[in-house]
Structure formats: structure tokens, C-alpha cells
């Protein structure tokens, strides 16, 4: 079989993109937990909110430092991969990608270390205050990912000159159709991902019984942020779905397996065999007028189907179509679950219920799954095009010989699988040893207190030399 150097590129970008995602995905809920921990023991002098900012402080580093590392690789299979991609959109992606880098540096990197090693260095105001600037550097950044990202969904705000985009207008390019609904939509996941990984670690130590006033405090936190948070990224959803049918029609048709140019009262497809040859779909399971009534908000509103455009400008229906069910199956789940253990909690037993616990390690990656997902239906629900209407991502690709792409690609699978092993490894002995024992806290508060206390005695000290 010939190997098709373009697919090639396509797929190691697809794989790269893919695993880089999983950490800023934890990274941002995680930083966020962080800080609001960190301001509740503040507030409340409460050990165990103590207890828990320090503990996932660990995990948050390594899953930060794997977020940067892959994320560099991203940037240089731009210029490597899609040489063509970088050259016409340069003026207008460029400047966005320099403002997410400095804000990664100035904000996250510059108060990382602080709020990594500065436990005992600084005063507790400080480390706080540093600590919700990091929280606060990985919303930014991932502002300026998503405003790029959402350009290339809903380009506005530029001029096509020589063939090359030009900005015509900042304010469009930044605040462009779709990125307030991207924006939220990926945030929301984000702090989900993050809420399901902490939930489900704090019901393992529940499990095994072990810190116990750790494990109630995580798992019951976790519960209440979910029970917020699924909700409402359902409701986000359904707005963001509204938008890409508007902008993005041909996208709306694949995740909803719609064929026909147009289709009145379309049914909701609970399952389906997307065919794309014979262009219809088989073994369908649905619920009649259902998509367009969430779709339109009318039972026989029209939608555009498949067929209204040439094959060549479809995405791939299945992978599409599959990824939404699988994004919208878990988020249904997760409202399930967090329903469960409202309940359970009005029946004061949601620290004692092993079914419970068990769904709750099972849900550990159900986040991070769902947005992969949900990064699939936007990515490869866009293709062909890069730049939705203007350019094709197959225009852009590099004249690579196939097989140094097929060499780079394994390289990179060998060398992320490894990684992720690592990772694992590292995450599951963080969580074996467990969050630091109370007496060890002590010493670590007094410590954290020394540098206010200092300072207070110096400024004490300036008073009385001025007053006498």
C-alpha cells in the first residue's frame, strides 16, 4: 500500500493535539481547586482544606509540566507539517500564539514557583495571591488557544491579500462568532475533568478507608461542583449546537446523522451505522422530530442535510457522529452521578455507599474522555477545510517524503506512550502515599506564618525607630 504522506501528517497532529489536550484539560480545573482550597483555609483556619491544597499541588506539577512539553511540539508541526498553514495565516494566528506564550510565562511559569516552593519563603497572603495567579494564567491561556482556534471555525475580522490573511480587524478576529460559546464550553469541561478526577480519588480513599476526613471533604466538594457544573455544561452545549448550525451546518448534520438536503422534522438518532457511500444510515434506534425540536425549538423545523453539499466538502460522518454521542453519553452520566450522590447525601450515606464509590473511580477519566471527544466533533467535524470556507486543510499540507512522516509519527507515539506510562506511574504514587499527616502540617503552617510574622516585626521595628 502506498503511504499518503498528507494522511500521514494529518494523523500525527491529530495524535499529538490529542494527547497534549488531556493535561490542560486537568490542569486548569485542578489550579482552580487549588486556589479556592488555599482561600478556604485562609478564610476558615480548617486543617483538612489545608491538607487538600497541598496534596494536589504534586499532582497539578507533574500534569502542568506534561501540558508544556507537549504542547511545544504542537508549534513546530506548524511549520514542519503545514508549512503552507503558517505562511497565509501567519499575520493573524502568529500574534495570537505570542500572546498565550507570554501570558504561560509571564503569569503561570513566573508564579509557579512560588506557589510550588514558596510554602515556607513567603507569607500565606502571598502564596495565595500567587497561587490564584497561576489559576487565573491558565485561564488566559487558554483564552488565546481557543480565540485561535475558533478563528479557524469562524474566521472574521480579516482581508485576504496576495493570497495571505491580513487583520482588518482585532476586535473581530478575537471575539469571532463562535469563541464565547467555545470559550465556555471548553472551560466548563475543563473544570469537570478536573472535578471527576478529584471526586473519584477522594472515593478511593474512602473506599480503602483510609484519610478519612480528606477523602469526605474532596468527594463531597467534587459532588457539589458537579452538580453545578454538568448542568450547566449541558445548557452551554445546547447554545454552542445553535451557533455551529448557523455557522456550520454541514458540521450539525454529521453529529446528527442527517442526510437529506433538507429535513423537516428530523428524529434525535440515539444509534446509527453512518454509511458514507451508500449515504444514508442503518440500524438507526430514534426518537422522531426530536433534533429538530432541540435544534430549532420547532417539532417539523427544517435542517440541512449532508447531500446539500458535494462529498468532497463532508467531514467523516462516523467519527463525528460517534464522538458526539460519546461526549453527550458521559455528560449525561455525570449529571447522573452527581444527582446519585445528592441523593445519597439527603440520606447521609454518600461517604458509605460502595456502588457508589466504585462509579466514582470509574468516572476518574469520564472528563477527560468527553472533551476529547467534543475535541473531535469540532476538529474533524470542520474538515476538509482548516480555515472553514477558505482553506483546505489538504492545500496546506508539506511536500514530506511519506516515510520520514510515518517515522516521526511512530517515534512520537512510542515516545508519548512511554510518557503517559510515567505519568501513570508517578499519579498513582502520589495518591498511594497520600495527602501529608496532620503534625507535619503543623510544622509546615508555622513555617508558612515565619515570613508575615517577620515582616510585621520589621515594619514594627521601622515605627518605633521613626516614633523615638
Known amino acids: 500500500m502506498e503511504l499518503d504522506a498528507a494522511i500521514l501528517s494529518r494523523i500525527q497532529f491529530a495524535f499529538t493535539v490529542s494527547f497534549h489536550i488531556i493535561f490542560p484539560a486537568i490542569t486548569i480545573g485542578l489550579a482552580t481547586a487549588i486556589a479556592i482550597w488555599e482561600g478556604l483555609w485562609l478564610k476558615t483556619r480548617n486543617p483538612v482544606y489545608f491538607q487538600l491544597a497541598k496534596f494536589w499541588i504534586k499532582p497539578f506539577a507533574i500534569t502542568f509540566g506534561m501540558g508544556v ?6 508549534s513546530y508541526e506548524f511549520g514542519t507539517n503545514f508549512s503552507r498553514f503558517s505562511e497565509i495565516t501567519g499575520a493573524v494566528l502568529g500574534p495570537l500564539m505570542a500572546y498565550e506564550v507570554l501570558t504561560a510565562f509571564f503569569l503561570e511559569a513566573g508564579f509557579l514557583g512560588v506557589m510550588l516552593f514558596g510554602w515556607q519563603r513567603v507569607g500565606e497572603k502571598l502564596h495565595f495571591f500567587s497561587t490564584c495567579v497561576v489559576a487565573v494564567g491558565t485561564w488566559i491561556s487558554a483564552f488565546w488557544i481557543i480565540v485561535a482556534n475558533s478563528w479557524m471555525q469562524t474566521p472574521a475580522g480579516y482581508e485576504l491579500v496576495d493570497g495571505r490573511f491580513e487583520v482588518a480587524s482585532w476586535m473581530e478576529v478575537i471575539f469571532n462568532p463562535s ?3 467555545r470559550l465556555v464550553h471548553m472551560l466548563l469541561a475543563a473544570m469537570l475533568s478536573a472535578t471527576f478526577v478529584i471526586g473519584g480519588i477522594s472515593a478511593w480513599y474512602l473506599y480503602k ?8 471533604k474532596g468527594l463531597s466538594m467534587a459532588l457539589w461542583a458537579a452538580l453545578l457544573l454538568a448542568p450547566l455544561q449541558a445548557i452551554v452545549g445546547d447554545f454552542h449546537g445553535l451557533n455551529v448550525k448557523e455557522h456550520q451546518p454541514i458540521k450539525v448534520a454529521a453529529m446528527e446523522g442527517i442526510w437529506p438536503e433538507q429535513e423537516s422534522g428530523a428524529p434525535l438518532l440515539l444509534f ?3 454509511d458514507m457511500e451508500a449515504e ?4 438507526e434506534i430514534k426518537i422522531p422530530k426530536l433534533a429538530s425540536l432541540i435544534l430549532t425549538h420547532e417539532l417539523d423545523g427544517e435542517l ?4 446539500s453539499v458535494p462529498a468532497e466538502d463532508r467531514p467523516h460522518v462516523p467519527l463525528v457522529f460517534y464522538s458526539f454521542r460519546i461526549m453527550v453519553g458521559l455528560g449525561v452520566l455525570m449529571i447522573g452521578a452527581a444527582l446519585w450522590g445528592l441523593w445519597l447525601r439527603r440520606k447521609h450515606g454518600q461517604f458509605e455507599s460502595k456502588p457508589f464509590q466504585w462509579l466514582m473511580m470509574l468516572m476518574i477519566p469520564s472528563g477527560v474522555v468527553s472533551t476529547l471527544a467534543g475535541w473531535y466533533v469540532a476538529e474533524v467535524g470542520r474538515q476538509p477545510w482548516l480555515v472553514h470556507g477558505l482553506v483546505r486543510t489538504m492545500e496546506v499540507v508539506s511536500p514530506l517524503p511519506a516515510e520520514r512522516v510515518l517515522f516521526s509519527l511512530t517515534l512520537f507515539v512510542l515516545t508519548y506512550s512511554l510518557l503517559f506510562c510515567v505519568y501513570l506511574y508517578f499519579m498513582a504514587k502520589l495518591v498511594r502515599k497520600g495527602p501529608p499527616d496532620m ?4 510544622q509546615h503552617m508555622i513555617g508558612i506564618q515565619a515570613p508575615g ?4 516585626w520589621v515594619k514594627k521595628l521601622q515605627h518605633d525607630v521613626v516614633e523615638n
Do not use: C, D, H, W
Request: aromatic share 12%; net charge positive.
Open 209 to 216: 478507608k483510609r484519610e478519612m476526613a480528606f477523602g469526605r
Open 179 to 181: 469563541m464565547p460559546y
Open 69 to 74: 512539553v507537549s504542547g511545544i511540539v504542537l
Open 304 to 307: 440541512q442535510g449532508l447531500k
Open 280 to 283: 444514508t444510515n442503518r440500524f
Open 453 to 456: 510574622f517577620a515582616l510585621a
Open 272 to 274: 446509527a451505522v453512518p
Open 439 to 442: 503534625a507535619r502540617l503543623e
